[in-house]
């Protein structure tokens, strides 16, 4: 079964088969159990305290969340353990913020640097709680992250600050490709190994080992790594598909979209654009989103409310009005674009969530 548009939906919207959503949530939840992991979602895809609920109950011992913004909506909602992953660097309100939130939950945060660990343990000087932080790791992805042999020097820095180093975690963005899944997943494990067997050098424990994206949760194995913060998983999207790491009957989340012009037999338009879509790209899938429905067909084009799509050669192009699902490359960021989510099952609209973190980025 693919996600298809409830009937009389109104267009352009994000649509959520609940069905697909769920059987998600279960496997990988059911994945990280059998292999002694921890989960703890990544709650930046779906920004949805709705959503949350699934993947608690579902066993998730937490959130990761980007941001102090969202690590807020989710501890409104009741969320009580919650990693902000990211490595904060901290302004005065942001200090008052983080303060109040390490008061209401269990509340860990990223550092990556002696300079970063050294603002952090100041920010929370005076706070009524000391801050759980874990050094980020370079795996291989080159964004943020130490070498794992300066992972030691930071972790000296932050408990030099009053911090309490918790564990090493990293993001294996570098397995976005169909070929590196595996390789990123051995290169996590490497360095997070090291990493963690650093910090124990200099006296320091490093009982959290965290790592593991979408495309390399399913590479993942018993042993260094003992947590995963994997976020597309929940609802999929067409750079998943082209990678591998799902198939289109295990995408739970689409734009409803309306044929609006048909100006040529090779061509036509869809009223979702790029405030629906998002104008995120893959260099793993072809155009602006893939349409389950129509193979071969691509989204050539965006502007605003418009969505160009070509055809295949010898399809016949939709008539006019005609409903089709279009699956963004980028779920994350299609969701961040939409003020509510219209959940499905069996065709029928049955709930509607709102993105209640939309737009909490700082």
Not at 144 to 160: E, I, L, Q, S
Not at 185 to 208: H, K, Q, S, W, Y
Request: net charge negative; hydrophobic share 45%.
């Amino acid at each position: 079964m693919t996600i298809r548009p409830p009937a009389g939906v109104s267009t352009p919207a994000l649509v959520v088969d609940a069905d697909i959503l769920e059987r998600n949530i279960a496997r990988m939840a059911d994945r990280a159990r059998t292999l002694g992991f921890a989960l703890r979602p990544h709650a930046k895809t779906h920004k949805s305290p709705r959503l949350a609920e699934y993947q608690i109950r579902a066993g998730a011992t937490g959130l990761s969340v980007a941001t102090i913004g969202e690590a807020e909506i989710f501890a409104d909602a009741g969320v009580e353990d919650l990693f902000i992953a990211y490595p904060l660097w901290v302004d005065e309100g942001k200090a008052r913020r983080l303060r109040s939130l390490a008061e209401r939950v269990a509340l860990s945060v990223g550092v990556d640097s002696v300079e970063g660990a050294a603002q952090l343990g100041r920010a929370m000087s005076g706070a009524a709680r000391p801050l759980w932080v874990l050094i980020e790791i370079d795996s291989g992805h080159h964004r943020t992250g130490v070498a794992p042999d300066r992972a030691a020097a930071v972790a000296r820095a932050a408990t030099d600050a009053g911090l309490l180093v918790r564990g090493v975690f990293t993001f294996p963005g570098h397995g976005y490709g169909p070929e590196a899944r595996e390789s990123a997943a051995r290169d996590e494990e490497r360095t997070l190994g090291e990493a963690a067997r650093a910090i124990e050098g200099i006296g320091l424990t490093a009982p959290v080992i965290s790592g593991g994206s979408t495309p390399t949760a399913g590479a993942a194995r018993a042993g260094v790594v003992n947590e995963l913060r994997p976020g597309v998983y929940v609802f999929n999207d067409a750079t998943q598909v082209a990678l591998g790491s799902c198939t289109v009957q295990d995408v739970a989340l689409a734009a409803a979209a309306t044929v609006v012009s048909v100006p040529a037999p090779d061509r036509f338009v869809l009223d979702a654009g790029s405030k629906i879509l998002s104008t995120d790209t893959s260099p793993h899938a072809p155009g602006h989103g893939l349409l389950p429905e129509l193979p071969g067909a691509v989204v050539t084009s965006l502007s605003e409310h418009h969505a160009v799509v070509t055809l295949a050669p010898g399809t016949p192009p939709p008539r006019p009005g005609t409903l089709l699902a279009v699956v963004p490359n980028h779920v994350c960021t299609a969701v961040n674009l939409a003020d509510e989510l219209l959940v499905t099952r069996g065709g029928a609209v049955v709930d509607r969530w709102p993105v209640t973190a939309r737009g909490a980025n700082s």
